[in-house]
Each structure stands twice: as structure tokens, then as C-alpha cells.
């Protein structure tokens, strides 16, 4: 017989259950509940985690960011919030005063192939790129579940999926090994105005280290084939409004678009 579960600590508690109800009433909260309360990396993942629990939501991908000396975070993505392009997507998450924003991001994705599920001993960089099926353009929409997101800490960002609100993914490439991350060309544009022209871009580690990464990050949730990774910003923060068309081209790795609506 299984043990019962164990108890969810009261800051996790209450964290995840304002979290999953800003998601769920569709307006960002003004303030967290136990902001004082000191929060460790791993009880930010298990905010993550409890959110999903509430909202009996399926994990379908991950956003993976990785500055290497400096930090890494990771957040679970539901499937409801992972869309292949080309994509319509609603704004769940809109102030009660003013028109609903999102910040968008062209990132380099990667869909899964096989499992990575957690180990002790660490994968190796052609382990975690053996499980992969396809490397892909990609765009994240953030839409944080809190007004004052930027002011935030990172354990309480981290707590809210670092304001993730969808991935949207293209048709990708197989043939991503042979790829020079160093001389990406990526360009974005916002209802058909290029707003990002250049090469390269990411102030982070190259796509493959940030997935390497999340396969070895503790505490996480099992990496599942069909899943689709984010890796990092590379073209800056974009606000993009309600009715915008955003489309993001990648030299190498094709095009992804969507509108948000």
C-alpha cells in the first residue's frame, strides 16, 4: 500500500492556491499571500507543482532559461498552453483596468522524441540530444498572473511559471545538429513590422545546455516524449496587444506564428 501523500507546506499552500486562481478567474493578483515568508527554490517548484494539481492540468512542455554562474530556472507548461503554429491565442489572464498586454519572445524549442526521466547520475549532452525529435522556432507569450511581476522576486516568479503563459512552435528541423547557434538569424515581426533583425541575440547558455540543463534540474517533473522545451529569450521583450500578429523566423529552423486575441 502507498503512504498517504505528504502534507503541502501552508506558504505552498496558499502561494499555489491564489496562483491557480488568478488563472482560473482570468485577473492578475495585486499581491501574493506569504510574500514575507521566506521561498526556496525547491517550494517554488512545488507551487508549480500544486497549481497543476488544482487545475488538473497535463503537463505538455517546459520553459528552461540558463545563465551559466549565474542561474537556471524552469517551468511546466500545460497543455492547453502549448500550440503549434500557426495559432490563435486567447489572453487568460487580463487587469481588471486597462487593454490586456503579453510579453512575446522568439525562442529556439525543442520537441521530445523519448523520455528523460529524473536520475541521480547526470545526462550527458548526447543523452538529452539523442531524446530529441525536432528543434523548432518558437514563440513564448508571458502572462504573468501577477500586476507586479517585474518587481517580484525570482522564487516568487519562479513560483508563477516565470510569467509563462503559452508556447506556440513551428515545424522545426530534424537536422538541428549541424546548426551554429553563434550565427542564428532571427527575426520578429508584430503585425507584419519588423521589430528584431540580427544574429544570435540569446544572453544565455546555447539551446542544447539549457535542455542538458533541465534534464538534470532537481525536483522536476519527469521530461515526456512529445513535450516541447523552450530554451531561452533571443529577441528581447516585446509587448504585443490584444489583436497583434506576432511571427518569428529563425535562420535554420523555420517560422512560427500567432495572434492573440
Not at 491557480?20 to 499571500?33: E, F, K, M, N, V
Not at 545546455?209 to 521583450?237: H, S, W, Y
Request: a negative charge; proline letters at 6%; glycine letters at 10%.
Amino acid at each position: 500500500m502507498q503512504g498517504a501523500a505528504e502534507p503541502v507546506p501552508l506558504n505552498v499552500s496558499r502561494l499555489a492556491e491564489a496562483l491557480a486562481s488568478a488563472r482560473l478567474c482570468g485577473r492578475p493578483l495585486q499581491a501574493l499571500p506569504c510574500a514575507d515568508v521566506p521561498l526556496s527554490f525547491e517550494d517554488a517548484m512545488a507551487v508549480q507543482r500544486e497549481v497543476g494539481r488544482r487545475l488538473g492540468a497535463a503537463v505538455a512542455g517546459w520553459k528552461a532559461g540558463l545563465i551559466p554562474g549565474v542561474r537556471f530556472t524552469c517551468a511546466a507548461v500545460f497543455a492547453a498552453d502549448v500550440l503549434e503554429s500557426p495559432a490563435v491565442y486567447r489572453l487568460p489572464c487580463v487587469p481588471s483596468e486597462g487593454e490586456a498586454t503579453a510579453f512575446v519572445e522568439g525562442e529556439v524549442a525543442f520537441s521530445l522524441a523519448h523520455d528523460l526521466p529524473p536520475r541521480v547520475q547526470p545526462y550527458s549532452d548526447d543523452e538529452v540530444a539523442q531524446a530529441v525529435d525536432r528543434c523548432h522556432a518558437a514563440i513564448e507569450i508571458g502572462n504573468p498572473r501577477m500586476v507586479h511581476f517585474d518587481a517580484a522576486s525570482l522564487v516568487h516568479k519562479l513560483a508563477d511559471s516565470m510569467g509563462n503563459g503559452a508556447i506556440v512552435w513551428g515545424a522545426g528541423t530534424s537536422g538541428w545538429r549541424a546548426i551554429d547557434w553563434s550565427a542564428l538569424r532571427v527575426r520578429m515581426m508584430l503585425d507584419g513590422k519588423t521589430v528584431v533583425d540580427h544574429v544570435d541575440g540569446g544572453k544565455g547558455a546555447d539551446p542544447l545546455a539549457t535542455l542538458v540543463a533541465l534534464a538534470n534540474a532537481r525536483n522536476r517533473e519527469p521530461l515526456r516524449a512529445g513535450q516541447v522545451v523552450i530554451t531561452g529569450n533571443r529577441t528581447g521583450f516585446n509587448v504585443a496587444r490584444t489583436g497583434t500578429r506576432i511571427h518569428v523566423v529563425i535562420g535554420g529552423l523555420g517560422e512560427v506564428s500567432v495572434q492573440l486575441v
